[in-house]
């Protein structure tokens, strides 16, 4: 194979190859990107899940404690 081959076929040729790998870098970074946003977003969502049970478990245990009014 001949380096004729492996040139691009003019500077210009070569900079629009080299700027379809840039778009394709970057589209490719905002998908991780994405992802590591919906991960954190989720995990938000376990954690307030998890605050909002344990505020009840400590509701029930407060209210099962409590002592009823004399009568």
């Not at 194979?1 to 790998?21: H, Q, V």
């Not at 490719?28 to 307030?48: M, N």
């Not at 209210?63 to 004399?70: C, E, I, K, M, N």
């Amino acid at each position: 194979m001949s380096a004729t081959l492996t040139r691009p076929a003019s500077p210009a040729t070569g900079i629009a190859a080299a700027a379809i790998r840039a778009g394709r870098a970057l589209e490719a970074w905002g998908r991780a990107h994405a992802v590591r946003r919906r991960a954190q977003h989720l995990e938000a969502i376990r954690l307030a899940g998890e605050a909002t049970e344990a505020r009840r478990r400590h509701d029930a245990l407060i209210a099962s404690t409590t002592h009823a009014p004399l009568i």
